[in-house]
C-alpha cells in the first residue's frame, strides 16, 4: 500500500477515509442542548415535502439523507483512491489520472466548503489538496513506474509515461 512512488495518493486516499469517518460521528453526535438549535431541529421535522412516489420527507429526513450520502461519498473516494493504482500498480498514468480526478473532486468541495464557511471539511480538503496536487503534476520522476520508485528498473522499462 505504502510502495514508493504511491504513497501520497496513498495518504490522501487514507485522508479522506479518515474524513468519510469523522463526517459519521459529526452526523450521528448528539445535538446541543440549546433551545435554538432544538427549535430548528422540531421545524425541519415538521416541513414536509411531497417528493413523489407517496413520499413526503421532512427537511431532517432529506438533510440525514444528504449527510450520510456526502459520507458515502468520502469513503468511495478513499476506497477508489487505494483500489484503482493497485489494480495497475507500475502504470504511471492510472496512478496520475486517479489523483486529478481526485483533485478535481477535492477542489470543488474545497470552494463548497469555503463558501459556506464550514471549518471541519474545510480543513480535510486545504490538507489534501497539496497531497493531490503533488501526486497529479509532481515531477514525472515521482509516481509508480519511474525510476525513483523501482531503482531496479531503468527508465526505458518505466510503466506507462
Wanted: glycine share 8%; proline share 10%.
Amino acid at each position: 500500500m505504502f510502495r514508493k512512488g504511491t504513497r501520497l495518493l496513498t495518504l490522501a486516499s487514507i485522508i479522506l477515509l479518515l474524513e468519510a469517518a469523522a463526517h459519521t460521528l459529526g452526523t450521528i453526535a448528539p445535538l446541543p442542548e440549546d433551545p435554538d438549535v432544538r427549535a430548528l431541529v422540531e421545524a425541519m421535522h415538521e416541513l414536509r415535502t411531497p417528493l413523489g412516489l407517496g413520499m413526503e420527507p421532512s427537511a431532517w429526513d432529506i438533510s440525514r439523507g444528504l449527510a450520510f450520502t456526502m459520507t458515502v461519498t468520502l469513503a468511495m473516494m478513499g476506497v477508489l483512491g487505494l483500489a484503482i493504482p493497485a489494480a495497475a500498480p507500475d502504470n504511471r498514468r492510472v496512478y496520475r489520472t486517479t489523483a486529478g480526478v481526485l483533485l478535481g473532486a477535492n477542489l470543488c468541495m474545497l470552494a463548497i466548503w469555503w463558501l459556506y464557511r464550514v471549518p471541519p471539511p474545510l480543513i480535510f480538503q486545504a490538507i489534501l489538496t497539496p497531497l493531490l496536487l503533488l501526486a497529479t503534476f509532481g515531477p514525472r520522476r515521482w509516481g509508480p513506474g519511474s525510476p525513483a520508485a523501482d531503482p531496479d528498473r531503468t527508465s526505458e522499462q518505466g510503466g506507462s509515461p
